[in-house]
């Protein structure tokens, strides 16, 4: 499970036994780098619930477990109070029992509750003195606290140990903008654009793979077979001679060059995080100098690799059944520690799940336990399962289905989902489009559509990022039916700016994730429409709260309601301002009407005013 830091952890049980025993529980806590446990005491809920907090101080895997045991003072003090309260006159002999348990416990008790216990023991166990005054001495509030402290624990159990993984917010929430550099004049170009970036309101700038690009079997224009003179082939085929993972595209500039604009970018509080992919070009040095580290055919060929109908021919997988797989393993991850020895602290990882899920966990275990501030997205487009076991894995956030979740049913039922029980350890990065995915939601839906997926995404996920040409509303695919971009920047330079007709709502959108705490958590509350075109939801609860309506349909005006339930500690009325327009509103609970137009707006952000 996932927290972040400084959230706390609540921990749950039954604690059952036969019989009427007291008992009595703790969680036992261990933070990263701790030696020993500290204890919080849990306390019971209901019959047999009992539950307790621990804090979260420091990033890393914290251990935990329960460890519960028999009051046995307790029982027996739960008893004699039942007696005396059912007016049971002759006690001798539970006040006998009492006094032995008291004088048991002193050899364990040091300090004022030794003459606390001390003098009580005196008392109950003395035949002589009055039954009525005997039972007030064992029933003693002083008393009871006393014994509560005493360090003998009968019956102790102790429950299995787990762990919370805890990280940095940005693992958990912060606004992406992907970019090519070489399409704003390599790291120069993309240092030059930093405080822009950093005005609009993004936390994370993604560059795909900087290394440098392979020539044998480069890839050409719109993904061909072949490049022409001067193509500059794709990132992702790593690897030439001017070196591998841990090289960078002399094209893009230098190292020196690199690790300037992660240090700039950090002046701006922004961060830059890298592509680790693991795929080697033809060209690559591990070719030539761990061939052990390929899969080669009987006639000793290479093959290279597929997601059919996609071919890769300018990429060679490693083989994860080499014999030599700890070298494979390690240098990996020396080359992924190259970069976090450079400044960088986040890494948007490429198809994790074609890779070992024990690599995985091994990795990012051992990466985090010497930088636990790094950060790992998993471009991990694959099944539920397979989704949560990388997440389960270690890694901090993934890629969602959210581009492919377009009706309001799709919408509120995979939120929902997300919201639910993976929320405990799956983080979700909702990106509106990427280079490999241009939905035809936004082919065909105008501007209307990317407004809609923009402000979807940015109040929905407390992570979500945009692909360089999202703001400009680039929307035609390489072949009708394809989710392919024409003229995709995969496999060419083009001229980037930040001069998009949609950054001003960027902007706004980024401003107020900052000024509103309940969009950097996935709690959501869908709200009843009666238009399914209108998806309606609510975050957060009380004045403060932000309340978005949708129209998920970018052609055509809609009209319905907004069903605000009674649970979210809001007045019967209230005024809410739509944090976008400006405009103000009077809303109660219950049935709110709306009416959306695409042509003027496909969304209200409302906040609730104080």
């Not at 001390?118 to 008393?143: D, I, K, M, T």
Request: proline content about 7%; aromatic content about 10%.
């Amino acid at each position: 499970m996932k927290r972040s830091l400084g959230d706390p952890v609540a921990v749950e049980c039954d604690l059952v036994r036969d019989g009427h025993e007291q008992l009595r529980a703790v969680v036992r806590h261990r933070p990263p780098g701790a030696r020993g446990f500290s204890e919080v005491e849990m306390h019971p809920v209901s019959i047999d619930r009992w539950r307790a907090e621990f804090p979260t101080t420091a990033l890393g895997l914290h251990a935990f477990q329960i460890e519960a045991w028999v009051d046995v003072f307790a029982s027996w003090r739960t008893e004699l109070e039942r007696k005396v309260a059912g007016g049971q006159a002759d006690l001798g002999s539970e006040l006998a029992e009492g006094a032995a348990l008291l004088r048991d416990a002193l050899g364990a008790i040091r300090g004022a509750d030794r003459a606390v216990v001390s003098q009580a023991a005196a008392v109950v166990g003395a035949p002589n003195r009055p039954g009525a005054e005997r039972a007030e001495a064992a029933l003693a509030p002083g008393l009871a606290e006393a014994m509560r402290r005493v360090a003998s624990r009968p019956e102790k159990v102790r429950g299995a140990q787990f762990e919370v993984d805890v990280d940095r917010e940005r693992a958990r929430a912060g606004a992406w903008y992907e970019l090519f550099p070489r399409s704003f004049g390599g790291f120069a170009g993309v240092q030059e654009q930093l405080p822009a970036l950093a005005d609009l309101g993004f936390d994370v700038i993604y560059l795909p793979p900087i290394h440098p690009i392979g020539v044998t079997h480069r890839k050409g224009r719109n993904n061909s077979p072949t490049a022409g003179p001067g193509e500059p082939g794709s990132p992702w085929a790593i690897g030439g001679v001017a070196g591998g993972h841990t090289a960078v595209n002399p094209e893009l500039g230098t190292l020196a060059e690199l690790e300037s604009l992660v240090a700039a970018a950090r002046d701006h509080g922004l961060e830059i995080a890298l592509d680790f992919a693991i795929q080697c070009s033809p060209d690559h040095p591990w070719l030539t100098e761990h061939p052990e580290w390929f899969h080669h055919r009987p006639d000793g060929t290479l093959k290279y690799a597929e997601n059919p109908p996609k071919k890769y021919q300018d990429i060679y997988n490693v083989n994860f059944g080499t014999e030599d797989w700890r070298a494979l393993w390690e240098a990996l991850r020396d080359a992924l520690v190259f970069w976090v020895d450079r400044g960088v602290r986040i890494f948007r990882v490429d198809n994790p799940h074609t890779k070992p899920i024990p690599f995985w966990e091994w990795l990012i275990r051992t990466v985090r336990e010497e930088h636990p501030d790094v950060v790992f997205l998993a471009e991990a487009f694959t099944s539920e399962a397979r989704m949560y076991a990388l997440a389960k894995a270690g890694f901090s956030q993934s890629y969602t289905y959210f581009t492919w979740k377009n009706s309001v049913a799709e919408l509120a039922g995979y939120v929902d989902e997300l919201a639910g029980e993976a929320a405990e350890f799956f983080r979700p990065n909702f990106f509106a489009n990427t280079p490999d995915i241009l939905h035809a939601y936004l082919q065909g839906g105008g501007r209307a559509a990317f407004e809609a997926r923009l402000i979807l995404a940015a109040t929905l996920s407390p992570s979500y990022g945009i692909y360089s040409g999202f703001e400009n509303l680039e929307a035609t695919p390489v072949a009708e039916g394809s989710e392919e971009y024409l003229d995709s920047e995969k496999y060419e330079v083009k001229e980037r700016g930040l001069d998009g007709s949609l950054l001003p709502l960027v902007r706004r959108l980024n401003e107020i994730r900052r000024a509103s705490p309940a969009l950097g958590r996935i709690d959501v509350r869908f709200m009843t429409t009666r238009n399914e075109n209108l998806i309606a939801y609510a975050k957060g609860r009380g004045p403060g709260a932000i309340l978005v309506c949708v129209n998920v349909d970018p052609h055509n005006a809609h009209e319905g309601i907004a069903m605000v339930p009674g649970d979210l500690d809001l007045p019967g009325q209230f005024t809410v301002r739509d944090l976008v327009t400006g405009a103000v509103h009077r809303w109660g609970l219950g049935a709110n009407y709306i009416r959306l137009d695409p042509a003027a707006t496909p969304a209200h952000v409302f906040v609730v005013e104080a």
